[in-house]
């Protein structure tokens, strides 16, 4: 059932990312799994989990293109840049048009840290189970 | 000698910056003294026009006195949005300076300076929904940050159109819509909304800012051609070389004599090929149909004036075209 969440979700994505974009999308991420599992037992509108699970899949995915630039080729360097620029930018914009903004006051601090690690070079992981437990703290006070 | 737009406007050059450094400074996560931390407070200290908060603090005075302080709030997200745009866009154009200095992934290196954009873009944001209003300003900080996206497309069409000598004026215009003229006009609507006008009056500002900031990008793109590498603070005729197609390339491809040239360059042509390719673009009518064209979105910009005749703020938009007609 969660598997059906998470293909909902990617759907969602791809579906708002301009198709003349071509952004790759790698969602084979052990963590998604776990956020669908989390977000899917919650008793809430599963347009809402759809879209909760699609704002995480956005930060994911975003922070990972900037995790790997392609720093030997201008255009490849350029493309993943702006790749993650944009799926971050997503995230606002699904958020803000599904009237789910009080994820954002979640999902910036979040995102926010992510760049303090990446910066001192330290691992990311941390920001999976950062988000989740976020993500579990917002589910908590708006599912109703 | 004219005095500087913020004192045209009343506005304290030194309050914005204070705003801006405040950002920053009040982010309780971040270590002092860090390379992250110097690093921004260089950016902001670097100064600049501050044109997107200048533009949201103007469209704040057309909103109520006792949300005045919300407009102040966009103006700050604002322009960490267009400074986080900056270090992007400077490594992606491979630009080494920055108003004369060093770019930051030049003084740092280019991962680094990636990860310094995005934390000022988060930070912004995060400091947006900081506080005890969280209800009221979601629109600051989360609308504003749906744009990015269209801003990414801005980019996108610039990346895919390098050297497309084949780019009409409406592909132009749309790419510079969304590169620079859309965030000039949500830095007018958005001041405007948070400080509580009507959606009306939020819009005809928005249509005021969009206009100028076609006409501000024509205007860059125009310093391209006319200005020394000194007077830009960074390399002159850099867009073309670069093969970003701007508008006195389009009308320059309509001259027969100098068509042969421009179709000849791409990005391995020599030195040689693109010094002519520029010098007969400066001596044609190009740079003043430009100019011309940008006349008539400033002209667009004073029309909507009308819509704001008696109101106090009029005065304000009026000392804002005649900067962008300068």
């Known amino acids: 059932m969660n598997n059906n969440l998470l293909q909902d979700a990617l759907n969602v994505v791809n579906e708002l990312i301009h198709m003349q974009l071509h952004i790759e999308l790698d969602v084979k991420d052990r963590a998604l799994y776990e956020l669908a599992e989390l977000i899917g037992s919650y008793r809430m509108a599963r347009s809402r ?96 | 000698m004219n005095k500087p737009l913020h004192e045209q406007l009343h506005l304290s050059m030194s309050e914005i910056n204070k705003l801006l450094l405040h950002i920053l400074q009040s982010d309780h996560e971040l270590q002092r003294p860090s390379l992250l931390y110097s690093s921004v407070e260089r950016l902001i200290l670097a100064g600049g026009k501050r044109l997107r908060p200048i533009m949201a603090l103007v469209g704040g005075r057309f909103g109520t006195p006792e949300r005045a302080h919300l407009a102040w709030k966009a103006a700050g997200v604002l322009e960490y949005l267009h400074m986080a745009s900056l270090v992007h866009d400077d490594i992606i154009d491979d630009s080494p300076l920055r108003r004369g200095k060093q770019a930051l992934h030049a003084a740092t290196d280019i991962n680094t300076a990636v990860h310094i954009g995005n934390y000022m873009l988060a930070r912004a944001l995060e400091w947006s929904t900081e506080g005890e209003s969280i209800e009221e300003d979601f629109y600051t ?70 206009a100028l900031g076609i006409a501000f990008q024509i205007q860059d793109d125009l310093l391209d051609f006319t200005s020394s590498s000194e007077q830009l603070g960074k390399p002159s005729a850099a867009d073309l070389r670069r093969g970003n197609i701007t508008l006195p390339v389009i009308y320059a491809l309509e001259d027969e004599r100098i068509k042969p040239l421009l179709l000849q360059l791409h990005s391995g042509a020599s030195e040689e090929q693109f010094d002519e390719a520029l010098a007969a673009i400066r001596h044609s009518d190009a740079l003043d149909r430009s100019r011309q064209f940008a006349e008539q979105y400033t002209l667009k910009a004073k029309r909507i004036i009308e819509y704001f005749a008696g109101h106090p703020g009029e005065r304000d938009l009026q000392v804002l075209v005649a900067y962008f007609l300068k």
Not at chain 1, 64 to 82: F, Y
Not at chain 1, 106 to 118: E, N, V, W
Not at chain 2, 151 to 179: A, P
Request: aromatic share 6%; hydrophobic share 40%.
């Open chain 1, 49 to 144: 989990k759809i879209t909760i699970l699609s704002c995480c899949m956005l930060i994911s995915v975003g922070i990972r293109k900037h995790r790997k630039l392609q720093l030997g080729d201008n255009e490849r360097l350029a493309r993943s840049i702006l790749d993650g620029d944009y799926l971050i930018g997503m995230i606002y914009r699904l958020a803000v048009s599904r009237k789910e903004q009080k994820l954002l006051v979640k999902l910036s601090p979040i995102y926010k840290r992510a760049q303090l690690k990446a910066i001192d070079g330290s691992d990311v992981k941390g920001v999976a189970a950062e988000l989740k437990r976020e993500v579990k703290d917002y589910l908590d006070q708006y599912s109703a």
């Open chain 2, 141 to 210: 900080g989360t609308e504003l940050a749906a744009l990015i996206t269209e801003l990414c497309e801005g980019e996108y069409d610039q990346l895919q159109h390098r050297f497309n000598f084949n780019l009409t004026l409406e592909q132009y215009l749309e790419k510079t819509k969304r590169k620079t003229a859309l965030l000039m006009g949500a830095c007018m609507s958005a001041g405007a909304k948070a400080a509580g006008a009507d959606e009306a009056v939020a819009d005809q500002l928005y249509q005021f800012g969009e």
